[in-house]
């Protein structure tokens, strides 16, 4: 509701985003570890070991996102520092 009703106010657009976020991130971690916790004994294990996969696959997803997010930054910059000094034909 905050992000939809931000037309010219950036911080009701901010505000959404966190809240999504932590909504979201709360979520998302929050559901295994409560699985985890109320399983029997017989399944425990192996419910810790999917949530311990779960969390590394997360986390490498991130760690995979903010690579490429930087290396995609670099060349727009690198591309726009080589047209703004004349050394790229345009």
Same mark, same amino acid.
């Given at each position: 509701? &905050?992000?939809?009703?931000?037309?010219?106010?950036?911080?009701?657009? *901010? #505000?959404?985003? $966190? &809240?999504?976020?932590?909504? %979201?991130?709360? %979520?998302?971690? /929050? +559901?295994?570890? *409560?699985?985890?916790?109320?399983?029997?004994? +017989?399944? %425990?294990?192996?419910?810790?070991?999917?949530?311990?996969? *779960?969390?590394?696959?997360?986390?490498?997803?991130? /760690? $995979?996102?903010?690579?490429?997010?930087?290396?995609? *930054?670099?060349?727009?910059? %690198?591309?726009?520092?080589?047209?703004?000094? #004349? +050394?790229?034909?345009?």
């Amino acid at each position: 509701m &905050l992000e939809t009703n931000a037309r010219s106010d950036l911080g009701g657009l *901010y #505000g959404g985003c $966190v &809240l999504t976020g932590s909504g %979201a991130s709360g %979520a998302s971690n /929050l +559901t295994p570890i *409560y699985i985890s916790e109320i399983a029997p004994l +017989t399944i %425990a294990r192996s419910l810790v070991t999917f949530v311990g996969l *779960y969390e590394f696959r997360w986390q490498a997803g991130g /760690l $995979v996102g903010f690579w490429i997010n930087v290396n995609d *930054y670099l060349l727009v910059e %690198a591309a726009r520092f080589l047209t703004d000094n #004349g +050394t790229v034909w345009h």
